[in-house]
């Protein structure tokens, strides 16, 4: 898949957004994965603040799931999907930040330069804190922490949980920093990022490639392996 749209003069009027298409440009799963993790970094943040700690961890554990499979999805899901196609270079993340108050026809398959790479840190800071979530020891009964609390001693699994704290807040402020960047898309480019993301389509001109699209089945499989994988980690004892 071709990383950079072509270029497409702009042009105005009825003729022209007749001529657009209906095109999809987001499959089930990756919109699936993205609000299921926006639903579940609520449950979260929710049930840490009133000790619900059972629901807490289930939530850690899906979140686990759910990153591995968008892992192996970006290498094999659809073309929009895949870390190939929208991890660009910092300077061209850089350059494309540089027009960011031109408003422009939003022409753009998938991610663009700079929101891959907001994916790509979301991504690590949750990998992160699944992975320290499962060595914390919030309480002095094991029974309700990470499955690998005592598999480290309490002095580590004591770090790790300060970590966990720490990298939550991190989360926090990078949630914060990509509602402010669609909300700034919509206000100064004119370009709604949201409703793709919700209807999986976008209007389009004939002259753009269309995306190509992967079994939902194969998509089934990956997730049942994750939570496999995960579930063993989780009654690890």
């Known amino acids: 898949m071709d990383h950079n749209p072509p270029t497409v003069t702009p042009a105005t009027g009825e003729g022209t957004r007749r001529a657009q298409s209906r095109v999809k440009v987001w499959d089930a799963p990756t919109r699936i ?5 926006v639903a579940l970094v609520l449950i979260c943040w929710r049930t840490a603040e009133t000790g619900a700690m059972q629901v807490h ?19 094999v899901g659809s073309d929009t999907a895949r870390f190939s196609a929208f991890l660009a270079s910092p300077l061209a ?7 960011f108050t031109r408003r422009e026809p ?8 700079a929101g891959g ?60 920093l990509h509602v402010l960047a669609v909300a700034a898309y919509a ?19 004939p002259e753009i490639g269309r995306p190509r699209m992967r ?12 939570a496999a994988l995960v579930t063993f980690v989780a009654t690890r004892s």
């Not at 993340?93 to 027009?99: I, N, S, V």
């Not at 939003?106 to 330069?113: E, T």
């Not at 079994?215 to 994750?226: D, E, P, Q, R, Y």
């Open 33 to 37: 994965f993205h609000w299921g993790i």
């Open 57 to 75: 961890i289930l939530s850690g554990y899906t979140i686990l799931a759910a990153l591995l499979f968008r892992l192996v999805w970006g290498l």
């Open 93 to 99: 993340a850089l350059h494309h930040l540089g027009g």
């Open 106 to 113: 939003d022409i753009q398959i998938g991610h663009n330069a």
């Open 117 to 176: 790479w907001m994916v790509l840190l979301m991504l690590a800071l949750l990998a992160a804190e699944t992975v320290t979530g499962l060595f914390t020891n919030t309480f002095d009964d094991y029974d309700v922490n990470g499955s690998l609390a005592t598999s480290v001693s309490r002095a580590t699994s004591d770090r790790l949980s300060e970590l966990h704290s720490v990298i939550f807040n991190l989360i926090l402020a990078a949630v914060i």
């Open 187 to 205: 206000l100064l480019k004119g370009q709604n990022l949201l409703r793709p993301m919700i209807t999986g389509s976008k209007r389009l001109p």
């Open 215 to 226: 079994s939902g089945w194969l998509a089934t499989v990956i997730l049942l392996c994750a």
